[in-house]
């Protein structure tokens, strides 16, 4: 019974730890997994991105088209950085920051 009633809050533990560091809507990691990450890596470089004016996608098309966008994004540019070393987090509305924690050539190619 005890190990039972374990094996459950331990499941709910980590339920709670991923949505802690993921974003709901892209699933990607969020900006408290950014800064853990970084925290654990003495070397890494990084792109922000930033979709300019995406509110007017949200008026003009409405939230769901923007959410759906947003998703979108984030699964096309995660198949550019396929890469257990390159890292895409979501840390604002319409703002996105892909870390590379192995060398420095990664930020040069995106620009």
Not at 68 to 87: G, M, T, V, Y
């Amino acid at each position: 019974m005890i190990y039972i009633a374990c094996c459950g809050i331990i499941e709910k533990n980590k339920k709670l730890e991923y949505m802690y560091y993921h974003d709901s809507l892209t699933t990607l990691p969020n900006k408290f997994m950014l800064e853990r990450d970084i925290s654990e890596n003495s070397v890494f470089e990084s792109v922000m991105v930033d979709i300019r004016q995406f509110s007017y996608i949200n008026d003009l098309y409405g939230e769901k088209i923007g959410d759906q966008l947003l998703k979108e994004f984030a699964r096309q540019i995660n198949k550019l950085i396929k890469s257990n070393k390159h890292k895409l987090y979501r840390v604002g509305s319409d703002q996105f920051i892909m870390v590379n924690f192995s060398s420095n050539e990664f930020c040069k190619e995106f620009i």
